[in-house]
């Protein structure tokens, strides 16, 4: 839990709501077009296969491909960023921060 209390820490409201908008327009449209899977719809794929619990989520696009990142939490406490192709929800890397 330590590790998810800092990781919000570290995030400034203000940053946080910059683009916001926009990025929800684009991935609605995205999920619309039939472009990427949504978030239910991912989560469905993937939960039985992190390291641990999920403590946040978000949506980017990389090099034009929309990615999935995870913050998962293990039962050590140690954070995980997972990271899933939105398009075909593959897990693509797993990453110890």
């Known amino acids: 839990m330590l590790a998810v209390a800092m990781l919000v820490a570290t995030v400034p409201p203000a940053a946080a709501r910059d683009g916001d908008h926009d990025r929800r327009d684009d991935v609605r449209r995205a999920v619309e077009a039939g472009e990427i899977k949504s978030l239910t719809d991912i989560l469905a794929l ?30 050590n406490g140690r954070l995980f960023e997972v990271y899933v192709d939105a398009r075909s929800g593959a897990i693509e890397r797993v990453k110890e921060k």
């Not at 993937?46 to 913050?71: D, H, M, N, S, T």
Request: glycine fraction near 16%; charged fraction near 35%; aromatic fraction near 10%.
């Open 46 to 75: 993937v939960r039985g296969q992190l390291p641990g619990e999920i403590a946040g989520v978000e949506i980017e696009r990389k090099k034009g491909r929309w990615l999935y990142e995870f913050r998962v939490v293990d039962g």
